[in-house]
């Protein structure tokens, strides 16, 4: 793998009371590489954002951008990354491209109108560009400040939750073009709670709860058949038999329970390799199985296995 452009190490950020919100958070980002940054709701997500890109200060730990440290020199870290933290302000009153123009102002370096032109290509906003922000719907919006981030040339673009409040054609043109900055060699950090999202639109992902990172992704690797492959099936037994059957699968060390489903379903956290054996151990100890089901293995059966069950109640509820 090529060199990080991101490198984030120990973060972490206390608030009031000592409470540590983001704690011991490492990661890097790869050149051309789109990294997700996938938690539930107050998983700490906007938090390390911010404090990656300098919004708010850090408690401890570092932040290094092409070998940069950025305590080091911030200025020439700050250069490299484009973001989207909040929603991006625009000046209503004045098209899209009197707003870049006025943000391109603001960049140490100058930039072309050529450099603007081509943004608005990539972003797809050519047809509207010089129609006034406020007749832009929410997704015309979310590509000017795309747009806006892009101005300056960054080698990184950070954008936290930026699927929120478009529509699926929304999603899939900003996954377009993600992808079209990632063949360029740009890389993108981009936060969601949703799993399927992150899915399709990442390489890679970083999973946070509670202010931790719990695990890491890439997500070609998901789909992979292995004879080693932990994967999650679901055995569905007599609803009279389901306490026998559970105490049977905690007696084996190998065998993770992680959770009932409809008082009759043992979900099962095992190695591929092992269902018939964990069928035939069921069949000898007398428990009826009615089915198994193999469980594909999505990120979100994973973000399951690593977090608790509550938290997948409250991801599935935003996502329907
Ligand atoms: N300044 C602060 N003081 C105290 N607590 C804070 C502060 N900022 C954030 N928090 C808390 O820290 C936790 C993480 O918040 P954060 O906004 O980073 O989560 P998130 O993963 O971005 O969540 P969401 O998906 O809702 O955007 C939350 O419980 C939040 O209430
Ligand atoms: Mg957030």
């Not at 084996?252 to 095992?270: A, G, M, W």
Request: hydrophobic share 40%.
């Amino acid at each position: 793998m090529s060199e990080a452009v991101l490198d984030i190490q120990s973060l972490r950020k206390t608030v009031h009371k000592g409470k540590n919100i983001v704690e011991d958070v490492s990661f890097k980002m790869h050149k051309g590489e789109i990294l997700g940054l996938l938690g539930p709701n107050g998983a700490g997500k906007t938090t390390t954002i911010r404090m990656i890109v300098g919004l708010i200060k850090r408690s401890s730990g570092s932040v290094s951008i092409n070998g940069t440290d950025m305590d080091e020199d911030s200025q020439t870290c700050k250069r490299q990354i484009g973001a989207i933290v909040e929603n991006p302000a625009f000046y209503d009153y004045m098209s899209g491209w009197k707003n870049l123009q006025q943000h391109a102002r603001m960049a140490i370096d100058p930039v072309s109108d050529e450099r603007m032109q081509d943004i608005i290509k990539l972003v797809q906003l050519e047809d509207a560009i010089h129609d006034k922000v406020k007749k832009y719907s929410l997704g015309m919006k979310q590509r000017l400040g795309v747009a806006q981030a892009l101005l300056h040339q960054p080698s990184i673009l950070i954008l936290d939750e930026p699927t929120n409040g478009l529509d699926p054609k929304g999603i899939r043109e900003l996954r377009d073009y993600l992808r079209e900055l990632a063949d360029q060699g740009i890389s993108t950090l981009v936060s969601s709670h949703l799993l399927s999202e992150m899915q399709l639109m990442c390489d890679r992902v970083v999973i946070m709860e509670k202010g931790r990172l719990i695990d890491e992704t890439v997500i070609g690797e998901l789909d992979q058949s292995d004879e080693q492959k932990v994967c999650i099936v679901a055995f569905q037994c007599r609803v009279d038999q389901i306490q026998e059957a559970k105490a049977l699968i905690e007696a084996d060390s190998e065998i993770e329970l992680l959770h009932i489903e409809k008082e009759q379903t043992l979900v099962l956290k095992l190695h591929e390799a092992t269902i018939p054996d964990v069928n035939k151990k069921f069949v000898e100890a007398g428990i009826d199985i009615y089915a198994i089901e193999r469980k594909k293995t999505t990120l979100e059966e994973k973000f399951l296995s690593l977090t608790n069950t509550r938290n997948m109640t409250d991801i599935k509820e935003v996502q329907s």
